[in-house]
């Protein structure tokens, strides 16, 4: 076992940060767009099983590491052990706040380790904290507030099919794609880009931006973007209903 990616030890805070970023993503997928393969890869009748994330942006479901003490802090242990014994997205969330730690614990780790002073360890945790956690991203917890200030225009926009989620299309699915810019719409732009500025994508936690390709969830109303659910503007047009990894996975029957 590596470790979670050991081998490339970053120094600076930069370094330390894109590598957080890099095991961040790779959690998410798993949590999220991957979640089908991860519930495979969990089986409860295996060992004591962690989800390790790596610089590199992937995930993967392997035992811990052999040698005492291990390269690198190690992640929560026997997280298989739970998946049948509750509901799937409350699983999820445990996998996720045990998963944010471990994230927390292995910046910080190669903090102590190139000797960052408290100047350096300030600024590492400042950029840490203007990205979502894991929790938040799994329960959509990043974007309620959002979601409370929009409500009201969400509900009309859904009963209308404005031109803020559905764009030269009667389908019932939401979603919203680039426009080419166009002196009229200029004012409409504006107006969605207030309205979905602080929008976050379900699977990657990243901002809504009116540039890119975005698709809304019809059972949990989460956003996404299209390429991190693998969905183009072209399928977009003819999904009536569109279920995201996460609640396509609820929806699957238990054994």
Same mark, same amino acid.
């Given at each position: 076992?590596?470790?979670?990616?050991?081998?490339?030890?970053?120094?600076?805070?930069?370094?330390?940060?894109?590598?957080?970023?890099?095991?961040?993503?790779?959690?998410?997928?798993?949590?999220?767009?991957?979640?089908?393969? /991860?519930? =495979?890869?969990?089986?409860?009748? !295996?060992?004591? %099983?962690? +989800?390790?994330?790596?610089? @590199?942006?992937? #995930?993967?479901?392997?035992?811990?590491?052999?040698?005492?003490?291990?390269?690198?802090?190690?992640?929560?242990?026997?997280?298989? /052990?739970? =998946?049948?014994?509750?509901?799937? !997205?409350?699983? %999820?969330? +445990?996998?996720?706040?045990? @998963?944010?730690? #471990?994230?927390?614990?292995?910046?910080?780790?190669?903090?102590?380790?190139?000797?960052?002073?408290?100047?350096?360890?300030?600024?590492?945790?400042?950029?840490?904290?203007?990205?979502?956690?894991?929790?938040?991203?799994?329960?959509?917890?990043?974007?309620?507030?959002?979601?409370?200030?929009?409500?009201?225009?969400?509900?009309?926009?859904?009963?209308?099919?404005?031109?803020?989620?559905?764009?030269?299309?009667?389908?019932?699915?939401?979603?919203?794609?680039?426009?080419?810019?166009?002196?009229?719409?200029?004012?409409?732009?504006?107006?969605?880009?207030?309205?979905?500025?602080?929008?976050?994508?379900?699977?990657?936690?990243?901002?809504?931006?009116?540039?890119?390709?975005?698709?809304?969830?019809?059972?949990?109303?989460?956003?996404?973007?299209?390429?991190?659910?693998?969905?183009?503007?072209?399928?977009?047009?003819?999904?009536?209903?569109?279920?995201?990894?996460?609640?396509?996975?609820?929806?699957?029957?238990?054994?």
């Amino acid at each position: 076992m590596e470790g979670g990616g050991a081998q490339n030890n970053p120094r600076t805070v930069e370094e330390v940060f894109r590598d957080f970023k890099g095991r961040r993503a790779g959690m998410i997928k798993a949590l999220t767009t991957d979640v089908e393969e /991860f519930y =495979r890869q969990c089986d409860p009748e !295996k060992e004591n %099983l962690c +989800l390790y994330g790596f610089p @590199s942006e992937q #995930w993967e479901v392997n035992l811990p590491a052999e040698e005492v003490p291990p390269e690198l802090p190690e992640p929560a242990l026997g997280i298989n /052990f739970a =998946r049948d014994g509750m509901q799937d !997205k409350d699983w %999820l969330s +445990l996998v996720a706040v045990h @998963s944010d730690a #471990w994230l927390l614990a292995v910046a910080f780790y190669f903090g102590a380790r190139f000797g960052f002073d408290k100047a350096d360890r300030k600024r590492l945790f400042n950029m840490i904290n203007e990205l979502p956690s894991l929790f938040e991203v799994v329960t959509g917890a990043a974007k309620k507030q959002v979601k409370e200030k929009s409500s009201v225009s969400n509900h009309s926009s859904n009963k209308s099919k404005s031109h803020s989620k559905v764009r030269g299309s009667e389908s019932h699915t939401k979603y919203s794609k680039p426009m080419q810019p166009k002196d009229e719409d200029e004012g409409m732009d504006e107006e969605e880009e207030d309205e979905h500025g602080d929008t976050l994508c379900g699977a990657c936690g990243e901002n809504y931006a009116s540039d890119e390709f975005w698709i809304c969830c019809d059972i949990c109303e989460k956003w996404f973007h299209g390429k991190c659910v693998k969905i183009t503007p072209a399928r977009a047009e003819h999904i009536k209903q569109y279920k995201c990894p996460s609640c396509s996975s609820n929806k699957r029957a238990r054994p």
